[in-house]
């Protein structure tokens, strides 16, 4: 069994946005820039949001974070984000979910405009993914695909099977995978008999925030399996959706939680954005 070490590779790839990110700017004078929306007082969007401020900070991204409060209104929100949109110094725009109840997720998402879309959520990218075509990707799927590529694990003709089918990792995890050359296997809350699609997996992905999902009976040996997912034990420990003790003894890789997928995610962010800087005229 050999760990997909996320953590190892996000630092390489931080320190490789670091050095574009110094050449851009010593070239054509552009310092990328993120806008981050914060509404509420979820202690948890807070925490990620000041990991990725962090994470800019480090590799020389200009980010400003927009904090407003749970009972903001629709139109304020809306209004925000047509002015980042509108700001030639920003290049990414993120908005941090979820978003209060009263607040039209969809609506804000779309708001946003699609080249600084650099989390993948726009319908002009999740079709720009489905198509097969170039645009920005959600930065979790992108992450895994990425990490796969690092241990140089080709997905082409491989049996995947993909648990969780939301918009953020689900879905488009399974188009990266179609587009790859994967025959792919999407499970969901509604699916039956979960183990008789895992069982055939030669790659195994999983997403649904439910610790211990999947268990060593519901993997064939040398699967490899990626654990999207990340819960919190009574103790304050974070673990995944797999149960790793059981499955680090039949898989051929398997990501740890934390250290996995976790810290790819920030680290496509970061690689998003300076992508968007790029194409800045």
């Known amino acids: 069994m050999q760990l997909l070490d996320g953590k190892a590779l996000s630092k390489k790839i931080k320190n490789d946005v670091g050095r574009d990110i110094s050449d851009l700017k010593q070239e054509r004078g552009i310092v990328p820039g993120l806008a981050v929306l914060l509404v509420g007082n979820d202690p948890a969007s807070h925490v990620y949001v000041g990991m990725k401020k962090k994470a800019c900070e480090d590799v020389g991204i200009y980010s ?33 979910l979820p978003l209060p109840s009263h607040i039209d997720t969809t609506q804000i998402l779309e708001t946003v405009a699609p080249h ?98 999947i268990t060593d009976d519901m993997v064939k040996d040398d699967a490899i399996v990626v654990d999207i997912g990340i819960n919190k034990t009574d103790d304050g420990k974070l673990v995944g959706d797999c149960d790793y003790n059981g ?16 810290p790819m995610t920030i680290a496509m962010l970061l690689s998003n954005t300076y992508k968007s800087a790029k194409k800045r005229k």
Do not use: W
């Open 64 to 96: 400003i974070t927009h904090e407003m409060p749970e009972s903001i209104g629709q139109d304020a929100i809306i209004d925000t984000i047509k002015m980042m949109n509108d700001n030639p110094n920003i290049d990414g725009i993120l908005i941090q």
């Open 116 to 213: 600084k879309d650099v989390d993948g959520f726009h319908p002009f990218n999740v079709g720009r993914l489905s198509s097969g075509l170039d645009g920005f990707v959600p930065c979790t799927p992108l992450g895994v695909m990425r990490l796969l590529e690092e241990y140089k694990l080709d997905v082409k003709g491989m049996n995947a099977v993909v648990v969780g089918a939301s918009n953020i990792v689900g879905k488009p995890m399974a188009s990266l995978l179609l587009n790859a050359g994967a025959t792919v296997d999407i499970c969901h809350i509604h699916t039956k008999n979960l183990k008789a699609h895992t069982i055939h997996a030669d790659i195994l992905l999983v997403g649904v925030g439910k610790r211990n999902l």
């Open 247 to 262: 499955l680090s003894k039949k898989a051929s890789f398997i990501t740890p939680v934390p250290g996995g997928v976790g």
